[in-house]
């Protein structure tokens, strides 16, 4: 029997013509989207604005998402939640939602494991598994969703992998998070972060994308930034400032940037000069994430380190942000997604 088709990941007009090439008509389609987004329908026999024979034929050429959610781990200190999914040919992603004031936020997996590296990220420690399509991506969204039985509001693409790596599969499901007759998260509710795949940011400014870009500096350093992100030798921070500078001001935006600061490597004199420098004329914000600590080491700077950096960093001129990241004592904190096989025991639930 020929494979089903997975209907997860597919857009209206793609509906539409699957619908077509099994004789069907194509303003179904559009039903159809609507039922696997909008409704997150987990089974062809729910939607029944479809005739029972068109239902058991797609029964029988089709399927719905495939993730399967084997683990959830809810954090006690703040509201995050970690899901474990695992793929169908066995690898497992992360997803992790975070819930602050009226916020519902999702960090989603992009890829399974990643390619980049860097020596303070956990997902690194990993290697590269996969690139995740864009159903398995879009559907780590409507697991979520239908778990919490409510819509989340902010979708950022921060878990395991680099978006831009999986450039097309990434935007595609960013498309499909974001259109109004599916899930509907606004597009500048959509963040897709990058460690600097500088032609990819070129790319997503030529596009005129409207997602919100964020990108994961992290040292203004050369020297200091191949040591941690060994990424920035094939893309110098100099070309990537350059990108970051062209995305500004072609689209008007502001660019996020990500600095985990790590205690006693990039919270010096030098590297608050070194930003300055690298920032001039950049239209952006600066959102400092005080390292989680993970297996590695590099160690968390104290609060009063972070302040005293924070006071310092105000002479860039640029709005600052510190953002303690959630979840870290269930290891769904920036970086610490690596997929243990057997998750610690706080306060778990088998789903
Ligand atoms: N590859 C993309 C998407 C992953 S985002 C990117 O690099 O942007 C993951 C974010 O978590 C990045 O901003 C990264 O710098 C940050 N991060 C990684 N490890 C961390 C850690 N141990 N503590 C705090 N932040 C970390």
Not at 267 to 294: F, S
Request: glycine residues 6%; proline residues 3%; contains cysteine.
């Amino acid at each position: 029997m020929p494979e089903k088709t997975n209907l997860t990941g597919l857009l209206p007009d793609e509906l539409e013509s699957f619908l077509a090439d099994h004789g069907e008509k194509p303003f179904r389609g559009r039903q159809l989207f609507q039922w696997l987004y909008q409704k997150k329908a987990e089974s062809f026999d729910e939607m029944t604005n479809l005739s029972k024979s068109l239902r058991q034929k797609l029964g029988q050429i089709a399927e719905i998402g495939h993730l399967k959610c084997i683990n959830r781990q809810s954090s006690q200190e703040t509201i995050a939640t970690k899901y474990l999914f695992q793929l169908k040919d066995g690898y497992h992603i992360e997803s992790v939602y975070i819930y602050e004031q009226d916020r519902h936020t999702l960090c989603i997996s992009s890829q399974a494991g990643c390619a980049l590296n860097c020596s303070f990220c956990a997902t690194g420690r990993l290697g590269f598994q996969r690139n995740l399509s864009a159903g398995e991506i879009v559907d780590q969204v409507i697991q979520v969703e239908r778990d919490l039985q409510r819509e989340l509001t902010n979708i950022v693409f921060m878990g395991m992998g680099e978006p831009l790596n999986n450039y097309n599969n990434a935007i595609k499901a960013a498309t499909l998070i974001n259109h109004n007759e599916g899930l509907a998260v606004g597009a500048r509710r959509i963040v897709i972060s990058t460690a600097g795949i500088v032609p990819a940011i070129y790319r997503f400014t030529k596009e005129e994308q409207r997602y919100r870009l964020a990108i994961s500096l992290n040292a203004a350093i050369q020297a200091k930034r191949e040591q941690i992100m060994p990424i920035s030798k094939r893309f110098p921070l100099a070309e990537l400032a350059e990108a970051m500078k062209t995305y500004s001001r072609k689209m008007r935006e502001l660019v996020t940037i990500e600095y985990v600061l790590i205690r006693g490597f990039n919270d010096q004199n030098e590297d608050i000069a070194a930003l300055k420098q690298l920032l001039k004329g950049m239209r952006c914000k600066l959102n400092i994430i005080p390292y989680n600590e993970t297996a590695g080491k590099y160690r968390r700077p104290a609060a009063g380190e972070v302040d005293r950096f924070y006071q310092k960093a105000k002479d860039i001129g640029v709005p600052m942000y510190i953002r303690w990241s959630k979840g870290d004592d269930v290891d769904a904190a920036c970086g610490q997604l690596a997929v243990k096989k057997s998750p610690s025991t706080i306060h778990k639930k088998q789903v």
